[in-house]
């Protein structure tokens, strides 16, 4: 399966990320066994927690989204065919359905709207993204530009950011597209080499590589998107760290 792979994340090594996977692999199976007794439980009315087992039911969901999310990007990192990372989207989707709310999980969607546009998938799915962004009636400038791009009657229009540290400049960059191309691609360019990271400082991940116990790779998967909906060159990004440049060119052989 991984053979002949080029690092995309040199950071770690392929080692580390095969070992990182099977871990991950093996967590993902526990919670899914533990689901589907959940499950089996609430159809026979037993009760296995002192809490309900709707409320374990959605705690068990979220942490098998983190599982499979950490392992797709992991993958990504280490050089995996990115058509053989559709249908582990598919996945994604599948799991945070009914499982997302915006308090403490904007970038699990800011992820996930940008993934979606980068590997152009079903609209099914862009669908059932913009319904859970209705249901937590978040307007927020990113999450409308994305959606609004494969989902044209999309009627949220904030110009507001709701995380500024450090997605303020994506506004900056989606006014000047109107009047530069190559201004556009600039501020992009700037963003992901001064501003991205750094403005994940507090984040979990950040600078995890330096530990050699656990890292998926580090992504500016927003900026990929914002490419590909403002329809830019990014030739010039093309083996930048952060940029996910192979993602947003995956189909350009298949064509």
Request: charged share 25%.
């Amino acid at each position: 399966m991984l053979k002949n792979m080029v690092l995309r994340d040199n950071l770690f090594t392929e080692k580390q990320y095969l070992d990182q996977l099977t871990k991950y692999s093996r967590r993902c199976r526990q919670l899914e066994n533990s689901i589907d007794e959940l499950l089996k439980a609430e159809s026979e009315h037993v009760q296995l927690y002192s809490v309900s087992n709707k409320q374990v039911l959605h705690n068990k969901y979220n942490t098998l989204f983190s599982c499979k999310l950490n392992s797709f990007v992991t993958k990504y990192s280490m050089g995996e065919d990115v058509v053989k990372l559709r249908s582990d989207y598919d996945d994604l989707v599948k799991i945070l359905k009914d499982n997302w709310t915006i308090t403490g999980g904007y970038v699990q969607m800011l992820w996930m709207l940008s993934i979606g546009i980068m590997l152009d998938t079903d609209i099914s799915n862009i669908l059932i993204l913009s319904d859970m962004i209705n249901d937590e009636r978040v307007d927020d400038f990113i999450y409308n530009i994305f959606v609004k791009y494969r989902l044209s009657n999309w009627e949220r229009n904030s110009s507001t950011i709701l995380f500024p540290i450090p997605y303020q400049s994506i506004l900056s960059i989606f006014i000047s597209s109107k009047k530069s191309h190559l201004l556009a691609i600039d501020k992009i360019e700037k963003y992901i080499k001064k501003e991205w990271y750094r403005g994940h400082s507090d984040c979990s991940w950040y600078n995890d590589h330096k530990y050699g116990i656990v890292h998926n790779g580090y992504w500016s998967f927003e900026s990929g998107a914002l490419v590909k909906v403002l329809g830019l060159d990014d030739s010039n990004l093309k083996g930048q760290p952060y940029y996910p440049y192979d993602m947003v060119h995956w189909a350009d052989g298949q064509k």
